[in-house]
């Protein structure tokens, strides 16, 4: 048997792929706070629940309307996005003017009404949700088995995460994003409808944890409770990516995301905390985050 | 000198406007006519900058009447005001550090045919051009204001908003500024200049206001400076 450091390599290979596909789930979910905070200032606390719910609808197409897998990894996104519209259009945009605290209290407060209302409605229990018949099964790399399903979670997250990093460094819609994120009044002030703006970005937000919510739901199952355990961890991804940065909020998620494998296999006591370890020093060395910018 | 016409370009009434409780604007009128240049001379905080957006509708706590070209623009949102033509260069420049030169110019979407190309404005600011693809906010400080002016001559707007383009740039700036702001008048620009230099608005201006605690306290036009620079220079405090 091959073995590296004195483990044998398939343990490390193994532990490494769980930390990417966790990975995978915190750079899109970080990506969608990371781009509603640097926009709109708001600290969008129903992002867990925005994720559970992408999986939810995913389910609930899937056993009411016989809708599969792939429409579903389009449509739950959609559904969702439009969730956040309302959301957006009925609430949050009245707190803009105001202090962060504000608009943290609305979307924790929503998070927790919309997760109660889910446990009552569907039960605390997880749901099992099978993967698309084209995903199933295995491939032998060699130095490790990969269930197909999951390499397939890593890749869409990766081209999901290029496609919006595209969209905000390479179009005009971009441009207006990145000019708004540093002065929204000017670029009111040129012609553009920031409102609107501010509208899609909150709808992209949602739309993206749904996606990962999505994605989630062969490999975790779906449950009312699958976000509220994740959302802190992409928390502590944010601050140590920096608030607001859009590459850093991708990298960074991978990069824990792999960190928290290896820890598993080098020192696993330790696996649960590495990240809120991380983002202790990053406050305490770099305030602005890894990839932010100083203040 | 253009002469007035019944209907002016951007004409103010009874300007009011608010900072929260802090009552800054109270009652300024003016008329700027189509084709004029007309600048906005007064101390530091004597409501210049606030004036100007307070049109643009950036100053959003404002009361009383604001026309461009007879459209009321009070009731509006700013991306509104700013379409139905308003170019406008604010005191602190604005440009976007996250952007690169060329993104920051184009920025501005079109709110009206007739703009200048991006390759006309490249041959009015050569130096932007050979920075383009620099970060907005590493150009120098002249360059930044030649930026922040080149940035909206593409979208059309006839009436260019500026304020304080001169400030801390050197004398040969400036007077790339000033030839810049000829062209853009030659061309048939209306423009609302705030200027603390007064021997710059001097050289550009058709007619001036003097601002004083939120309040319009003087008018004169540009044929009437010589006779009046005493007075003027007391109000001005230069
Ligand atoms: N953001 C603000 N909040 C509160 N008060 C403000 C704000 N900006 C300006 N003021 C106040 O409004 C008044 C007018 O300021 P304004 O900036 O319009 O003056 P200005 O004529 O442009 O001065 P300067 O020549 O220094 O640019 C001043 O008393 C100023 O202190
Ligand atoms: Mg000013």
Known sequence: MTTLFGLPIQAISGQLLIGLINGSFYALLSLGLAIIFGLLRVINFAHGTQYMLGAV??????????????????????????????????????????????????????????????????????????????????????????????????????????????????????????????????????????????????????????????????????????????????????????????????????????????????????????????????????????????? | MTEPHPLPHLQVRGLNGWYGESHVLHGVDIDVHEGETVTLLGRNGAGKTSTLRAITGLLKKREGVIKLKGRDLIGLPTYQAARAGIAYVPEERGIFAGLSVAENLTLPPKVAEGGMSVAEIYRLFPNLEERRNSQGTKLSGGEQQMLAMARVLRNGARLLLLDEPTEGLAPVIVQRIGEVLRTLKASGMTILLVEQNFRFARKVADRFYVMEHGRVVDHLTAAEVPDRLASLQTQLGV
């Open chain 1, 57 to 295: 609808t995913a389910w609930l197409l899937l056993t009411v309307l016989n809708i599969g897998f792939w429409p579903s990894l389009v449509l739950a996104p959609l559904i969702v996005a439009v969730a956040g519209l309302l959301i957006e259009r009925l609430f949050l945009r009245y707190l803009y003017g105001l202090d962060h605290l504000y608009s943290l209290l609305l979307t924790f407060g929503l998070a927790l009404m919309i997760e109660g209302l889910m446990r009552d409605g569907f039960g605390a229990a997880g749901k099992p949700y099978s993967p698309p018949a084209l995903l199933t099964g295995v491939v032998n790399l060699g130095f490790m088995i990969l269930p197909i399903y999951r390499g397939f979670v890593v890749v869409a997250s990766l081209i999901a995460c290029l496609s919006v990093w595209l969209l905000i460094e390479k179009t005009k819609l971009g441009a207006y994003l990145r000019a708004a994120t540093e002065n929204s009044g000017l670029v009111q002030a040129f012609g553009v409808n920031v409102p609107k703006l501010l509208t899609f970005t909150y709808m992209l937000g949602a739309g993206l944890a749904a996606l990962a919510g999505v994605l989630a739901a062969p490999i975790y199952q779906v449950s009312p409770l699958m976000g509220s355990n994740l959302i802190i961890i992409v928390f502590a991804v944010v601050v140590v990516g920096g608030m607001g940065s859009i590459m850093g909020a991708i990298v960074t998620g991978y990069a824990l995301g792999l960190l928290e494998g290896l820890t598993k296999v080098f020192y696993p006591q330790a696996s649960s905390i590495v990240i809120f370890v991380v983002m202790a020093i990053v406050l305490l060395v770099r305030p602005a985050g890894l990839f932010g910018r100083e203040a």
